[in-house]
């Protein structure tokens, strides 16, 4: 594998740290190749630590800096320990993308509201809300020593969507998006921005059945770009708003989904 620099600006994020929760698979694992591709030192922040590490290994392998590293962001204390070993390795932490979620690589029910279970609903915030929470108490007050700081959230297109079932899972991207703006106000002092990337139905598996992709493909009539969209369609912005290019955007929701939601 090399790291895919096509198109890309010369080391947009050279020498910055970045974290990426949820960074060994799919979405998050796009995220963290290619801040590798754009200079920075990737911290893969994921529930399966072979997977972590095995993505770390990928990136060094074609050239970049990385490490890989079990945390579990429903984990306060995990989440501390992440931040204290970016910092132990690689000095500072600059960026984080609390990209870790349940959805597809973790199973939710799809049901009408009456059929979630209360297990189910809490698990869902712990992760989806709460684990963003975790990583940003681990990770800002390094961000606020240094005055230093971008925080990327990822929400969900479905929010502006809302359809049928899984309403748990539509409730915790919702939430994301009010946490963005409230953390905005608070550590902008600090020149730390928080923004979120709402991104559509996206075809992240890497080896997609038949099935996935009939699916995908079923969702895009929609969309003002009529295509299946992948984890690559989200990088940029991802980038862009850990990049200098964004130093004077914070607390906005940015929708990736080939317009098929425009708010």
């Not at 059945?209 to 940029?236: K, N, T």
């Amino acid at each position: 594998m090399e790291l895919d620099t096509q198109g890309s600006p010369a080391h947009r994020l050279r020498d910055r740290v970045a974290v990426v929760t949820g960074g060994a698979y799919g979405i998050g694992k796009a995220y963290a190749r290619r801040f590798a591709a754009e200079g920075a030192k990737v911290v893969i922040a994921d529930i399966d630590s072979a997977g972590a590490q095995e993505a770390a290994r990928e990136i060094e392998a074609a050239g970049g800096m990385a490490t890989g590293l079990r945390v579990d962001v429903s984990d306060r204390e995990l989440c501390l320990d992440m931040a204290r070993a970016a910092v132990d390795r690689y000095g500072r932490i600059d960026a984080l993308v609390n990209n870790a979620a349940l959805f597809s690589r973790i199973p939710m029910t799809r049901a009408r509201f009456d059929a979630i279970s209360s297990e189910e609903w809490d698990r869902m915030f712990q992760v989806n809300v709460k684990g963003a929470w975790h990583a940003c108490l681990a990770v800002v007050p390094f961000m606020e020593e240094q005055q230093y700081g971008r925080i990327v959230n990822v929400s969900s297109s479905t929010v502006f969507q809302s359809p049928g079932t899984r309403i748990h899972y539509i409730s915790s991207k919702a939430a994301l998006i009010g946490f963005t703006r409230t953390l905005a106000r608070e550590i902008g002092q600090s020149n730390i921005t928080v923004n979120c990337i709402s991104p559509g139905s996206t075809l992240s598996d890497e080896d997609p059945s038949e099935e996935a992709r009939a699916y995908r493909a079923r969702r895009v009539s929609d969309r003002a770009i009529q295509r299946i969209q992948y984890p690559d369609d989200l990088v940029g912005a991802a980038v862009f708003f850990c990049s200098e290019e964004s130093s004077f955007i914070t607390g906005q929701n940015l929708v990736v989904d080939g317009g098929q939601v425009m708010i």
